[in-house]
């Protein structure tokens, strides 16, 4: 005899349905930022490359989406735990630090414009841009999804069964947070 399922529970393997799709997701965001930064290499090695050091704004968003990354899975310990208004308060703060460091990546660009750096014209200054941009396009993502689950969080519609939308929402955020460490590090390192 079926039982009935559930949104959390739809197929065989037990795991989410969403959680599948956002892991499938995430891989093909893996693979872009792979292909871009083997782009980078390639380039880089064909000379005309101007080196110059990063704005330090960039090392400030960095710092930021850290921090946010550390609130957002307070918001998950929190919701197991019934902490309700925590859980607003961390959900809240993640969606404006997310949104700061938009504005940080914006500001850097600004610098960069300022020192002579533009997206066209000097290649390593073409690849800063595109790679920041293309990570503040899929960190839209997260910032809509921060969107509904603090408006969710706000009207109480989580708690302790019922948190998969916070639970994928830091999944995401993780995500984007350890990709652009990786892009900072890449850039600054690396590269």
Do not use: C
């Not at 050091?53 to 919701?79: D, E, G, R, W």
């Not at 200054?125 to 899929?138: A, E």
């Not at 947070?177 to 892009?183: A, E, P, R, S």
């Amino acid at each position: 005899m079926q039982t009935a399922t559930t949104e959390q529970d739809n197929n065989y393997t037990g795991i989410p349905t969403a959680k599948i799709l956002l892991w499938i997701a995430m891989a093909s965001m893996v693979m872009l930022f792979a292909g871009l930064t083997s782009a980078y290499i390639v380039r880089k090695n064909e000379g005309n490359w101007i080196e110059f050091s990063l704005p330090k704004m960039f090392t400030i968003s960095t710092i930021v989406i850290i921090i946010s990354s550390f609130i957002i899975q307070y918001a998950v310990y929190a919701i197991k735990r019934n902490l309700l208004n925590q859980v607003k308060i961390a959900v809240i703060t993640t969606l404006g630090l997310g949104i700061a460091f938009v504005f940080m990546q914006f500001y850097a660009w600004t610098v960069m414009v300022e020192n002579g750096i533009h997206l066209v014209g000097n290649p390593s200054g073409s690849f800063i841009y595109v790679l920041s941009g293309m990570h503040i396009l899929h960190l839209a993502g997260g910032i809509i999804s921060m969107i509904v689950i603090s408006v969710k969080s706000i009207q109480e519609k989580y708690s302790p069964k019922n948190y998969l939308g916070i639970q994928l929402g830091a999944i995401f955020w993780h995500f984007l947070d350890i990709l652009w460490v990786y892009l900072f590090v890449f850039v600054t390192f690396i590269a």
